[in-house]
């Protein structure tokens, strides 16, 4: 991992130094992390309310899940949300830094700006907009926690306004980066300023847009604070003989439904779909990054 | 700058790029305004009668709908809580959790660079695998364990935060101490440095960058944090800002809106400043914490 070993002088006297060195951390992350993480796993297969009462109840929850429609319907709804905001967040971003790395004037001004809404907490963000939006939908007779369509949009908006400066901080970083003679060779050779961003900058700059995809689609799929604060998973359907469905709910907040409703005999089932949650965020992580990182080699 | 600057200077623009550059500034300058009113709707609101925020929400607080500082004192005592206390443990533990973090992971990075052994090497990618983590995965469980160990306090939390948040900062952190050269460490030691004096008087200076932008990231993070401190803490007796909002908001029957936005604006007042203030740490921190899923 760490090619170059360091000489005994140093390594061999700090190696009796561990419990001091790493004794701390490894305890606060066997608490914080690794215990229950094992333990999730664990109770993912038992049937239990309280952790003492767990039974072995094998596969069961992981099929009360996948049959759970509300479950479902947050897994669709989430992709969905995650998909519309990871494309309009990284074009209006992009968008943002090419025009500040222009040398127009007051570029650190706007950069200021834009970057601002993201050092606002997302229970405090949700409930800004769930003012903004309620004062002009109740001109229309109707509000954010009435409609579907317009929880849906109402949160993408919402989450662009939050995460354009942030993606924005990282493209302006990646643009800086690339060659200025790159961009005048282009232009000597008659590019347009079109061909020019697309045959040049963009190329250049695929590491940053690596990050920025990754970071938007793990950030919508874990959407959490905005999602409970806005909304709140409002409005819910209801159904005949089934499960009521919340139509704004995400996968994040319907875990936690689960978890913490008035059914405790559902929490094994919320472990279970936990632990799916778990899974499909490491790895979509994992797969688009490493699906970008093979286009970066060809380029 | 230094694009802008060489763009600026180097190249002699024709009137019609001139012109382009003065359009998308006037373009953008509008479109900074439209990004500032959700903040100033706040403001606005916080000093109108509640029965008007609802109804009037873009209208300024004149005359009849003009609340004065009303809606900040009754926020001060909202849902029987007073603010005030909201504000000093969000403090507490947000200080006590980053001040911990940046201690101990910046050891244990040391550490798991030079040493570099079996056990390092476990703990780092764990480390790393933790950040890929959602935290609905551990939340369940992790509640009750700190319920289990009496680690729900404003006090104890900083502990749960440590293990949790230890990822991002652990391998930040590696990433940095990898490029310092070992050299000058073993100099100290050849010196009759100990392993701890060297930790402090060579290392530690040196990490000073990181530790900014580690410290930034964490403050960020643990200041908005709601879910964990939510679950973990004695809420009838402990809540953070961003607890003491949801709960007002959230419980049911007549919410002040008024007030709420008081204490909404209250709540990011002290965050303006911070990033007025440090702007460029800040930015060249989530720069760097960017590379964490």
């Known amino acids: ?299 | 700058m230094t694009k802008e600057d060489a763009a600026a200077l180097g190249k002699v623009k024709s009137p019609s790029r001139k012109k382009g550059k003065m359009i998308l500034s006037i373009i953008m300058s509008i479109i900074s305004i439209v990004y500032v009113l959700p903040v100033l709707a706040v403001l606005v609101n916080s000093f109108k009668l509640n029965t008007y925020v609802k109804t009037d929400t873009f209208a300024l607080p004149l005359d009849e709908m003009w609340a004065g500082f009303d809606n900040f004192i009754k926020g001060m005592t909202f849902g029987n809580y007073p603010f005030i206390k909201s504000v000093l443990y969000s403090v507490v533990i947000t200080l006590i959790s980053t001040a911990l973090i940046l201690l101990f992971t910046s050891m244990a990075a040391w550490y798991v660079v030079r040493v570099d052994s079996l056990f390092c090497k476990v703990i780092y990618y764990l480390c790393v695998f933790s950040m890929v983590v959602p935290f609905q995965m551990v939340m369940f469980t992790l509640s009750k364990t700190a319920d289990n160990l009496n680690l729900n306090t404003p006090w104890t939390i900083p502990i749960i935060y440590l293990g949790f948040g230890a990822g991002l900062a652990i391998f930040m952190f590696v990433g940095f101490v990898k490029s310092i050269p070992v050299e000058i460490e073993e100099a100290a030691s050849i010196d009759g440095c100990g392993p701890l004096r060297t930790y402090f008087t060579v290392v530690f200076p040196m990490l000073k960058p990181t530790m900014i932008s580690v410290g930034i990231l964490e403050i960020m993070w643990v200041w908005n944090d709601y879910l964990l401190p939510y679950l973990v803490l004695d809420i009838n007796e402990y809540r953070t800002i961003p607890i003491h909002i949801q709960y007002l908001k959230g419980s049911y029957g007549t919410v002040d809106l008024g007030a709420t936005m008081a204490l909404i604006l209250l709540g990011i007042i002290p965050v303006i400043i911070f990033y007025l203030l440090c702007q460029k740490h800040i930015i060249k921190g989530v720069a760097a914490g960017a590379v964490k899923g």
């Open chain 1, 1 to 299: 991992m760490f090619k170059k070993k360091s000489g005994s002088t140093l390594r061999r006297p700090l190696r009796k130094w561990g419990l001091l060195f790493l004794g701390p951390i490894t305890a606060a992350f066997a608490i914080g992390f690794i215990w229950p993480f094992i333990q999730g796993i664990y109770l993912s297969f038992c049937k239990f309310t309280l952790i003492s009462d767990a039974n072995f109840n094998g596969f069961n929850n992981y099929m009360a899940a996948f049959s759970d429609e509300s479950f479902v319907h947050a897994f669709w709804y989430t992709a969905l949300f995650a998909i519309v905001s990871l494309v309009l967040i990284n074009v209006l971003a992009f968008a943002v830094a090419y025009i500040l790395t222009q040398g127009i004037k007051g570029s650190n001004l706007f950069r200021t700006v834009f970057f601002m809404p993201n050092l606002i907490g997302g229970i405090v963000l949700g409930y800004i907009w769930s003012m903004i939006f309620d004062g002009i939908l109740s001109h229309f007779g109707t509000s954010i926690v009435l409609n579907s369509t317009f929880g849906f949009w109402g949160l993408i908006i919402l989450m662009c306004w939050q995460q354009i400066g942030y993606m924005m901080i990282i493209y302006i970083a990646g643009l800086n980066a690339v060659p200025e003679d790159m961009i005048e060779a282009a232009k000597i050779d008659g590019a347009t300023k079109w061909q020019t961003l697309w045959k040049v900058t963009i190329p250049n700059v695929m590491p940053s847009i690596t990050i920025c995809t990754f970071l938007s689609l793990t950030n919508g799929f874990k959407l959490f604070d905005q999602n409970l604060a806005l909304t709140g998973g409002l409005p819910i359907i209801m159904q005949k003989g089934a499960s009521p469905i919340k139509t704004t709910e995400m996968l994040a907040l319907n875990i936690y439904n689960t978890f913490y409703g008035s059914n405790t005999a559902a929490r094994g089932t919320a472990q279970a779909k936990a632990v799916i949650f778990f899974v499909l965020v490491a790895g979509l992580g994992l797969a688009q990054l490493a699906y970008t990182r093979r286009k970066e080699v060809q380029q």
